[in-house]
């Protein structure tokens, strides 16, 4: 009988991703205790450098930005049949020229339709049976509750309480503009600095800004058509999920996505004999 | 007036979480990158097998029969010198077969030497006192009954030692059940964060690694320096930390001391466990603040790292606390003309929702493990993050209210196991064991199926 042995000293796809320093051992399949990333300086200059200008440009064009920001609801509140009575002037920050609102009618909860009545009732009772029967998310499901019905009992009791689609605007806006300024710097940290690759880093920054700029129109023509249609109830429960949350998942899917690319890329795929613990 | 006045508190409220909760992801951005780029993970591994001192292995067992025979039969196969290995399986009270299977392996094995306790407060504290009076082990090695040891851990946990000023160690915790439960699987991101990221990060920083109360060692020499176990204490683990931290050694961790096991696959069991951890850790907090300030041993760096972990169950009600001070707001119209409440909001919900730099660390963790599958379920840690949230709240009021009433709080009780029926354990082609399979040389060799 003949032996065989065929040694292989091809690199290991984590020791060149990671800049030939994979802690020890580069030549094996590195245990997953000394493995290490290291973080380039190209690495850092480049995605503080693209921060920097998204950051830059989102300061510098405020205003256009809003105001395309308030063209695509525009465009999105006519494809979903809003009747948007036009678009007001809104000051967004002290400072800044004004952008534009949307002028919608928001009825008071005393003039909406027994439809929006209902459908608040059927949303605490389908919470409840959410909270009753899936125990993880026992307390997003109460903690929606209690905004629901906080927000009934507010705006059962204070009659004169209030919400101009405008004043609506207003504020969606000053939030979603923190939001983009932030974002490349959350997203620097997430997708560019920890990640093996710089350029689909980067690519990830880009996108997801611009992503980010969309979504956040899409929701806000969504919360206004809620608004129209069912006046101030759903408001606490929809600026919860449906605000600075919202920005979190969508930015935390990618992640999850990116994750599960760089973790497949990185080590290769372990055979049998390198698992052994 | 009172209008004035609320939003002035609210906001005063919203900007205290903020600060707080930042401070928290800096910390949390900190470790995950210093955990990223170290360069040469601090481990001792170079020293396993060459420092081989006598060792006693502690086993709480609370009615175990599910789970006693694989934890024994995992250290009859380690390849720890048996004349220098001792093996005290602590039987506390247990009404089921957990006598029987501990007897049978000490017929067998003569380096296995029960200990059967009728009576005595009851708990895994009060379990660990007694069996240190009959431990004989330089360095004493602790497992809870449902983890299975490979064949080099006890090698791996002790290795440390050499140093004489490390007066314990810790090892690596994996989860074997991640696929029996959505919550399973979400656990075993947080503790792949935890331990491949927090706890290798923190000791290569030069902070003391927690000490975890499994999986772990302790020298005998240096327990009795700091008066032996707290039986008081619902996480006398957390205690003992900081009781050999105020008193000069070390704690190491061992990040290649892996050991597999069972974490909660309900709602229900997970949130007592977190009860527990909660109130024996605000507990800690309590007792040791004041002489961390005050310790000489540590650097002005090592405190506030030790305050940090201390303090972190504090960060679930301040977050509740902006939430609310959020939610006044947003029903005082004068607050809306301001520009500060869309901020205050924004930075809250940034901040929390979720602190970003938890889930860069179940990232980090996640690659440099090869987690792939499992790395998907990411955005739904959020839902773990509610819940632990609520659960963690609950628990504080507990904790506040019976410390400030002198009511009695929660006692001890066993984290429940799920893994198979009687002698269908972990080594016995049960479902459960689809993690391991033993092959003929005795090695311990987990199966391909991706994560």
Redesign the interface.
Known sequence: MTLTVRVDNSPQPGASAAGG?T??RDAIYP?????????SLVRVWCGVALAVVITVLSVIYAVPLMELHSRAAAVLAGWAGLPVRGWSPIS???GLEPASGPVLAIPAFREVSDGARLLLILSIVGLLIVAQRF??????A??LIV?LA?SAV?NAV?DS???ESV?FGQ?WL??EM??WL?LPW?LL??FV???PSLLRGLLWVTFLQAYGFLFSAVRMVFMLGVLHYTGLIF??PL?FLL???S???F???F???S??R???E??GV?N?WQ??? | MAVTLLTAVSYAVIAFAVAFLLLYALRHYVLGYSRLRIDRPRDSMELAGFYMPRVTVLIPMHNEERVAGDILQALVDSDYDWEKLEVIPINDRSTDRTREIVNDFAKRYPFIQPLHRAGGQAGKPAALVDACTHATGEILVLFDADYVPGRAVIKMLVAPFADPEVGASMGRVVPHNIGESLLSGLLSLERSAGYQGVQQSRFNLGFTAQFGGTVGAVRAAALESVGGWNPESLTEDTDLTFALLLNGWKTAYVNRAECYEEVPQSWAVRRRQLSRWVTGHTECLHNYWPDLMRSKFLTKWEKLDALFLLAMYWTAPTLVAGWAASLLLFFIPEAHQTPWLPAALAFLGYQLFANQATFLEIGVASMLDGTRVRSLLLPLNLLNFFANTGAICNALRKFYWNRFWGSGGDGWYKTHRTRGAPGNGFFNGSKDSSLTTRSATGLYHARAHGD
Do not use: E
Not at chain 1, 135 to 140: I, Q
């Open positions: 320093r802690g020890r245990h997953r205790s000394v493995r290490v990333l290291p973080l967004v920050f002290p125990s993880l998310f026992r307390n997003v109460n903690f905004l906080a507010a204070f309480f209030r919400l004043t504020i000053r939030q923190l939001v932030l959350v940290l997430l600095f920890p990640q408001m606490p600026w605000g600075t949350l920005d979190l998942l930015v935390l899917f992640y999850s996505l994750i599960h760089s973790s497949g990185l080590w372990r049998s698992s052994h613990f």
